[in-house]
């Protein structure tokens, strides 16, 4: 019985090749690609989720509530707060505290170097808390010296080739604000590998967390000062995350000064690769994620699926409606409705499960590109799971695609499936026109998505920022090396293709500085505390960057040595209230004493201190020559030559941090990787959608105008031209593609405009957007059942006219 089945499916597949190929090929390509997309989704929900009671451990956030300022979030929090909550808190279990070294370092041993890019400073409870495996070395013995340091198995490979390295020194030279340089040695106590699953904390080395640096600092800033990762892990009888965060604002109370101005909630640990886009300083999730971007991806699998499935269940209907006689016949000899029914389901599950197996095989080759359209490096893999989902996907497409052609079929008159003109397989019939408008909808609406979000990725790449980034690199020296700043300045202005050099304490394109002035008008006695950005820049930061003055002018040298000279924005002005003259205006840093007054020198045009995603703020610069972040304009003639001198510079000065810059317009294209990511995937997702789709009408175009070959004849022999024949045969589908344009409007403006409100500047949607989506659609369905028609146009009428 089987195996005749398998062998009536083989003669039809033979019999009818090119639908039944594109039909094969059409659904194995939707299943291969919605598999990956699958894949990719399965991997980014799996973060943290493997970790040590993954459930109970949460990640305490930050969010300041200071007057005349927004709230802002943060993942980082004071040092205090994990013993402080886990002692006063009977619900909190453990802590756990993760300092971030903010700057990057080289490492030597045994005449061998090697940078380190991220180092972690933990407490002892680190392993309750994240999964690392140790390639050598007990987690019970790393934390046993304050010297003792973890390493990377990359790390270890470049120091050590790899083997076991236990009890190795590491040198670790650095300079200190005081001018002086200071070596510390670290014994190498353990190498560990990466984790299996994967992980929001990732780094290079791992030491002790020393609880004595933040012993010195005064309560006020102890408590204030956020510092480090803080991990919470609960009790299994705690009430909700949420219940537990409410009390800590009352204990607060007593202990931290100020505690009002903040607020204290838990984030778990599986939530932080995908929850954290609000969160500033958040150093240590370095691949984080938007969950925005991953139901994009899913909506895209899902468009995708349906219309490769809508493409299967069309062609599987028209090429069983070209089997009225054999259903006839097999009537007429006794076969009742259900052996059809039967037959017609087997064949199709038979042909869903030949594009799943089809699928698989397609994957690996497809991995290639779809890692670059996601920027990741393929890091998923096809396990049990994976194939049980995809067989109940194919079980199903099966069945939904082959219930409808084996009911229509079964129930069919056998004396009717013999008259000789019958138009059974007509695009007018409801159910095929309904799928092909449904088909054209989904790919309008990718197509009206994809047009979107490329011409808001226009507007973000040429946006006026404020300034002029072109040509600007941008270099971290590092906090300890602000003291070398000026005399590394002298020396890069004197380089020929140098057109300005300045400094700042922060880097321009990601100004997130919780922090404030306090400002006072004239002739006012009393002070107002304004929190927002302040930095410390040079001088010459606005002639590096063409930064215009609106009132004022950039401090002169002697202004600018005594620390006391401020350059505000006119959002500053705005946030403050003032209306006169702003160089009347005194104002003082917050944590200074009274004795530091300054006054605003200067007001400078607004200028985004981030991506487009938020407003312009407020902003003060102190204008000084303590900076840690070099700028350096270059003229455009002998770039690479310019900074070939500049790195020369660069290591006889500061030879503890490698000569590591960018351009300052790359660092800000590159904030946009998201949003790029998403053009690319919708791009990719529009082309494979019209060429499934279009693959599916050139397949029913073929087989319905073969069926009116005959029609096709008559009209030729009365004279019509070929370009009425190829209009007459492709207006339907035109008609029906309209059709499908006002169907996918509403959905895919209301989906994109919820994709824009992300954006503090944005386009606004057009008409046009979906006019030109249409006609893409169009011009594809077009030129698809163009071709057909025009063969059957140009063919001898003679043939389709001769009785069979």
């Known amino acids: 019985m089987v195996p005749g089945k398998f062998g009536a499916t083989l003669r039809h597949f033979v019999k009818y090749p090119v639908i039944s190929l594109v039909n094969l090929t059409g659904l194995a390509l939707g299943l291969a690609v919605c598999g990956l997309i699958a894949l990719f989704l399965r991997y980014e929900w799996a973060y943290d989720r493997s970790n040590p009671r993954a459930d109970r451990s949460y990640r305490l956030v930050t969010t300041f509530k200071y007057p005349n300022s927004p709230e802002r979030a943060t993942a980082l929090s004071a040092a205090p707060m994990g013993p402080f909550l886990q002692h006063n808190n009977p619900d909190v279990e453990a802590y756990l505290r993760v300092l971030t070294w ?229 009537k007429t000899i006794g076969a009742s409705r259900f052996d059809l029914i039967r037959q017609f389901m087997g064949e199709s599950l038979l042909l869903a499960c030949l594009a799943g197996a089809l699928s698989l095989l397609l994957i690996p080759l497809l991995e290639p590109v779809f890692g670059r359209l996601i920027d990741r490096a393929p890091a998923w893999r096809i396990d049990a799971s994976y194939i049980a989902g995809l067989g109940m996907l194919v079980l199903a497409l099966g069945i939904v695609s082959g219930i409808f052609p084996a009911l229509r079929l079964s129930q069919f008159s056998a004396a009717k499936a013999f008259q000789r003109h019958s138009r059974s397989g007509s695009v007018r019939q409801p159910f095929v026109r309904g799928l092909v408008v449904a088909q054209f909808s989904l790919s309008v609406m990718l197509i009206a998505g994809m047009l979107i979000c490329y011409r808001q990725l226009w507007f973000l790449r040429h946006a006026d920022m404020g300034y002029d980034p072109s040509q600007v690199i941008q270099v971290e020296m590092g906090d300890a090396n602000y003291f070398k700043y000026p005399a590394l300045k002298a020396e890069i202005s004197r380089i020929p293709g140098v057109e300005a050099v300045s400094g700042s304490s922060h880097t321009i394109d990601a100004i997130t500085i919780v922090n404030g002035v306090m400002v006072r008008w004239p002739d006012a006695g009393k002070w107002e505390n304004f929190p927002m950005n302040i930095i410390r820049a040079d001088a010459n930061l606005f002639e590096t960057l063409d930064l215009p003055f609106l009132a004022g002018a950039p401090p002169g040298p002697e202004q600018a040595a005594t620390g006391r000279a401020y350059v505000v ?236």
């Open 102 to 330: 903010e700057e990057d370092f080289l490492c030597r041993s045994e005449g061998r170097s090697a940078g380190v890019e991220k180092c972690l400073a933990v407490d002892s409870s680190f392993f309750s808390f994240f999964e690392l495996p140790l390639r050598y070395g007990e987690p019970a013995k790393v934390f046993g010296h304050s010297n003792n340091i973890l390493i990377s198995e990359a790390l270890n490979r470049q120091l050590f080739d790899g083997g076991n390295s236990l009890g190795r020194t590491l040198e670790h030279r650095y300079s200190r604000q005081s001018g002086k340089d200071t070596t510390v040695f670290y014994t190498i106590a353990g190498v560990f590998e990466r984790t299996a699953s994967p992980s929001h904390l990732q780094c290079d080395a791992i030491i002790p967390l020393d609880e004595r640096q933040f012993e010195s600092m005064d309560p006020n800033a102890r408590w204030h000062g956020v510092v480090v990762n803080t991990y919470l892990r609960l009790r299994a009888q705690a009430p909700p995350p949420a219940q537990v965060a409410t009390t800590f604002s009352g204990l607060l109370k007593g202990e931290m000064p100020n505690s009002q101005m903040i607020a204290l909630d838990l984030q778990a640990m599986p939530d932080i690769h995908l929850g954290s886009m609000n969160l500033e300083y958040d150093y240590n999730n370095f691949e984080k994620s938007d969950r925005k971007y991953l139901y994009v991806l899913g909506l895209i699998a899902l468009l995708i699926l349906l219309i490769a499935g809508i493409n299967f269940t069309n062609l599987s209907f028209a090429l069983a409606n070209r089997r009225m006689k054999e259903v006839a016949v097999r």
């Open 569 to 804: 924005n006119e959002a500053f002005l705005k946030k403050v209230g003032w209306k006169g003259d702003p160089l009347a205006l005194q104002v003082i840093r917050n944590g200074l004493p009274e004795t530091e007054i300054g006054r605003v020198a200067g007001v400078v045009r607004d200028f985004h201190q981030n991506t487009l995603h938020r407003p312009i703020e407020p902003i003060c610069i102190q204008i000084s020559e303590a900076n840690s972040v070099l700028l350096v304009r270059l003229r455009t003639a002998a770039r690479q030559e310019t900074l070939a001198a500049i790195s020369d510079l660069w290591k006889q000065q500061i030879a503890d941090r490698p000569f590591d810059y960018a351009f300052l317009d790359d660092r800000f294209a590159a904030m946009y990787a998201a949003e790029e990511r998403l053009g690319q995937s919708l791009l990719a997702a529009t082309l494979l959608a019209i060429l499934i789709a279009c693959m599916g009408l050139l397949a029913l175009s073929s087989f319905i105008i073969q069926q009116r070959s005959k029609e096709v004849g008559v009209r030729k022999v009365l004279g019509a031209s070929v370009s009425s024949v190829v209009l007459l045969l492709s207006q339907e589908y035109l008609v029906l593609v309209a059709l499908a344009v006002v169907i996918a409007t509403p959905p895919a403006w209301y989906l994109m405009q919820q994709w824009l409100e992300d954006f503090a500047y944005r386009i606004d949607i057009q008409v046009w957007v979906f006019a030109v989506a249409g006609l893409c659609a169009a011009a594809a369905a077009f030129a698809t059942v163009g071709t057909i028609s025009a063969r059957a146009a140009l063919a001898n009428p003679v043939q389709a006219l001769r009785d069979e």
